[in-house]
C-alpha cells in the first residue's frame, strides 16, 4: 500500500500497511531515488551528445630542426637565372580548427548507453532492497506496540478485579469475617499490579515514539491486523527486490557484453580541417615566399582498433564469471527464503494449536478464580490462595494475547518473505 506524503502527513499511523508506507517515505534513503534517476540521466544526455560534431580549436608554434628544402643543384641554377630561393623557415605557426563528425561506430555509444542504464537499474534496485528491509523493522516495532497494549488491557483488568477484591475483603473485616492481614495482602498485590500498569504505560509511550520517529508521524494507536487468509495465498517470492537486484545486475552483464562486441568494429567519421599559418599545404610557394595562408580540407577516416581483441577472451571469461556468480546468489537467497517459508508455516501451524487450547484454559481458570473467591468468603482458603488463582488466570489471558499476536506476527513475516504486501 503506497500513500502519497500529503496524505500521509495529514493522518495517524493505524494500520501496519500504513506505518510501513510511511516508514519508506520517510526514510532518508529515499532520496537516492531522485538522485540515481538524476545521474543517469544526465549520464545518458552526455553519451547522446557524442554522435555531435566534434569540434577542436588549437594553436601551435614550432621551431623545427630541419624543413623541407630545393636540391643544391636547383638552387645553384635558380641563382644563375637571378631568382632567389629561401627555403622553409624552421620556425613555424599554425591557428586552425577540426571538426568530426562519426558516421558509424559499430554500436559503441548505444553500447554505452545501455550499460549506464543498467548501471542505474541496478543502483535502484539495491536501493529498493534495503527500503524493503525497513518494513522488517516497522514489523518488529509494530508487534511490539501490539503486544504491549495487550499487556495494559490485561494488566488493567487485573488490577479491576484485585480492587474489587480488595473492596470485598475490607467490608469482611469490618464485619469480623475476615483478618486485617488479607485485607492487606489484596492491597499490596493492587499495588504491585499499579506498579506493573505504570511500566507498560511508560515503555509503550518510548516505543510508540520511537515507531512515531521512524515514520514520520504521530503515532496513537495501532490496529491489531485481522484474518489469516493472507498467510495462505500464493506465494510471490519472484517479485522480491532482492531477485530483481540480481536480474538487474544480470542485465547489466549482458550490456557489458555487448559493449564488447562494439569496441570490436571499425568507426567511420567525416572531418573537415581547416588552419592559417606559415607553412600551408602549398609547400613550393611557402619556399619561394614567407607568408601566412588559409589552408583546409575535408575527408573521410575508417580506423579499426584490433587491441580489443587483447583483452576479449579474459573480458568474457569474467562476465561469465560474475553471472555465475550472481546465479549462485540467486540459488542461495531462494534456498533460505524457503527454510524461512517452512519455519513460518511450522510456527504458524504451532500457534493455531496453541490458540484452540488457550481457550479451554482461560474457561478452567475462571472457574476456578471464582471458585475460590467463594472458597474465601466462606473461610475455607486464605486470601494468598486466592491470589494465586487471579495470578494464574491473568497468565493464561497474557499467554492466549501472545499466541494471538505471535500468530498474527508470523503472518506478517510470512508477507514480509514472500512480498505480498
Avoid at 32 to 37: A, N, R, S, T
Avoid at 269 to 283: E, H, M
Avoid at 370 to 375: I, N, R, V
Avoid at 386 to 406: D, F, G, M, P, T
Amino acid at each position: 500500500m503506497i500513500l502519497s506524503l500529503g496524505h500521509l502527513a495529514g493522518m495517524q499511523a493505524q494500520t501496519l500497511s500504513e506505518c510501513v508506507a510511511a516508514a519508506e517515505h520517510n526514510y532518508p534513503l529515499i532520496r537516492q531515488y531522485d538522485l540515481i534517476g538524476q545521474t543517469t540521466h544526465l549520464t545518458l544526455s552526455n553519451l547522446s551528445k557524442e554522435w555531435l560534431p566534434q569540434v577542436q580549436a588549437y594553436a601551435q608554434a614550432t621551431l623545427q630542426s630541419d624543413v623541407t628544402a630545393w636540391p643544391d643543384q636547383m638552387q645553384t641554377m635558380m641563382q644563375q637565372m637571378g631568382i632567389s630561393l629561401e627555403g622553409l623557415h624552421k620556425d613555424q605557426y599554425r591557428v586552425g580548427i577540426d571538426v568530426s563528425q562519426t558516421v558509424f561506430d559499430g554500436g559503441a555509444i548505444s553500447g554505452k548507453r545501455q550499460v549506464a542504464q543498467r548501471q542505474g537499474d541496478v543502483q535502484a534496485a539495491q536501493t529498493e532492497v534495503t527500503l524493503y528491509q525497513v518494513r522488517r523493522r516497522v514489523i518488529d516495532m509494530y508487534y511490539g506496540l501490539l503486544l504491549l497494549d495487550e499487556q495494559l488491557r490485561l494488566k488493567q483488568d487485573l488490577q479491576q478485579l484485585l480492587a474489587a477484591s480488595e473492596k470485598k475483603l475490607a467490608a469482611m473485616q469490618q464485619r469480623g469475617t475476615a483478618a486485617q492481614s488479607d485485607h492487606l495482602a489484596m492491597k499490596a498485590e493492587r499495588l504491585g499490579a499499579d506498579q506493573q500498569l505504570a511500566d507498560l504505560q511508560a515503555r509503550r509511550q518510548s516505543l510508540a515514539r520511537m515507531l512515531g520517529i521512524f515514520c514520520g508521524l504521530k503515532v496513537s494507536q495501532v490496529q491489531k491486523p485481522a484474518g489469516e487468509a493472507a498467510a495462505l495465498s500464493q506465494p510471490q517470492v519472484s517479485r522480491r527486490p532482492e531477485l530483481k537486484a540480481i536480474d538487474a545486475q544480470l542485465r547489466l552483464a549482458d550490456a557489458q557484453e555487448r559493449l564488447l562486441d562494439a569496441a570490436l568494429m571499425p568507426r567511420l567519421s567525416i572531418f573537415a580541417q581547416g588552419f592559417y599559418g606559415y607553412p600551408g599545404y602549398n609547400l613550393f610557394e611557402d619556399m619561394m615566399h614567407h607568408k601566412w595562408s588559409w589552408n583546409g580540407m575535408i575527408g573521410a577516416r575508417l580506423t579499426w582498433n584490433i587491441g580489443a581483441l587483447y583483452t576479449r577472451k579474459n573480458d568474457k571469461l569474467r562476465l561469465q564469471a560474475q553471472r555465475s556468480l550472481y546465479d549462485v546468489q540467486r540459488d542461495v537467497f531462494l534456498f533460505n527464503n524457503g527454510l524461512e517459508q517452512q519455519q513460518q508455516r511450522e510456527d504458524m501451524e504451532r500457534y493455531r494449536q496453541l490458540m484452540e487450547a488457550d481457550g479451554q484454559i482461560i474457561d478452567l481458570r475462571t472457574q476456578v478464580r471464582k471458585a475460590a473467591e467463594s472458597k474465601l468468603a466462606h473461610g475455607i482458603i486464605d486470601v494468598n490462595d486466592l491470589v494465586r488463582e487471579i495470578s494464574s488466570e491473568n497468565a493464561a489471558r497474557v499467554q492466549r494475547s501472545v499466541h494471538e499476536l505471535e500468530m498474527l506476527r508470523q503472518i506478517s513475516e510470512w508477507q514480509y518473505t514472500t512480498n505480498e504486501q
